[in-house]
């Protein structure tokens, strides 16, 4: 087999480096978000300064003006805000909340997720300000009242589609961030140590000056006339 010349070699090198440091920046700033995310279950919520990234996880606001389960969502964090609260809007077009909200699972147990519905109606009751809530995609009626004091965030308008559930799928227990992330990088870690080694060795093989067949027989006459003469040698001490 052909080996490669050192030009192919190094625009290799070039590649796989850049290709790794690209990676690895994409590793990055995914293992960034998944921690984040994963912050929700200790702090209420992920939050970075007052932007909170949160992954959509019913179908309740899918529509045209909505967003989908697994979608990214970028909310601006509103909680505890007074003024914010008040400028929020109601209607048709009206903003898109985050409240919290307890479901029963599967199982039977209850948990308590994150929901998002745009604010259909505004009133006051008992010294709140209530927002009716509704989801784009569930049936007229189904509303959920949230008060002021409930309200998380609003809504900025942009999403990303699907990097929610891929952000899921890499927080534990699933082995996604071992296989998405860990894996890849030890590969080209290790494809990093090979490529030293063999750097390593050819550093070391220019060392070694490489000798003709001439000069190789010619060291070997030499060795040949140190021998007989040390054995010469020998003979005329004994001689004395």
Known sequence: MKSMSPKAKKTTKIVVDVVFWVFFVFA???????????????????????????????????????????????????????????????????????????????????????????????????????????????????????????????????????????ISFLQPPHWGFFVVIILPLAGFLAYEIVVLVKAIQEIKGKDKRLISAAEEELIKQQAVEEFLKKQEAEKADKKD
């Open 28 to 166: 990055l700033a995914f293992t960034v978000l998944a921690f984040m995310a994963r912050a929700s279950a200790v702090n209420g919520f992920p939050q970075i300064g007052n932007t909170t990234l949160l992954t959509v996880e019913t179908d309740s606001m899918k529509s045209e003006k909505g967003f989908s389960a697994g979608d990214l969502i970028v909310c601006t964090v509103i909680k505890d805000d007074e003024k914010a609260i008040s400028e929020l809007k109601a209607g048709e077009d009206g903003d898109v909340i985050t409240f919290k909200h307890t479901v029963q699972d599967s199982d039977g147990t209850y948990k308590t997720i994150f929901v998002d519905h745009r604010i259909i109606e505004i009133d006051n009751r008992g010294g709140y300000t209530v927002f009716t809530t509704h989801g784009d995609n569930n049936p007229s009626g189904v509303n959920e009242a949230v008060r002021d004091d409930q309200v998380i965030a609003k809504w900025t308008g942009k999403k990303v589609a699907g990097l929610g559930s891929f």
